[in-house]
């Protein structure tokens, strides 16, 4: 089972019907802005936040800011675009948990 289905699997389990529908459209559609799959994506995640450096171990909180920047230049409702973004932050913490020495 790759890294999305355990994740939807988690959801599909522990969350109401409609915050699985949406965090799961917030991750397809992050996916495919981000042009890669989510094994890929989570091996880039645990390669930032292991690094020494500052900036690299944010990089995946800007890419939550400009995916969020961009789904509002899409069209997107503040509140659509909110919700997608909070399925990205889910799917980071529950998958990647942040390493305790930092």
Known sequence: ?????????????????????????GLELFLEWYGKDADTVLEERKADITSEALERRKN?????????????????????????????VQFFRLSVPLPTNI
Request: hydrophobic fraction near 30%.
């Open 60 to 88: 995946f909180d800007y890419q939550v800011e400009y995916f969020y920047k961009w789904e509002l230049e899409q069209g997107y409702a503040l509140t659509s675009a909110r919700t997608n973004t909070l399925g990205i």
């Open 1 to 25: 089972m790759n890294a999305k289905e355990k994740f939807l699997e988690h959801l599909r389990r522990g969350k109401k019907k409609s915050t699985y529908k949406s965090y799961k459209r």
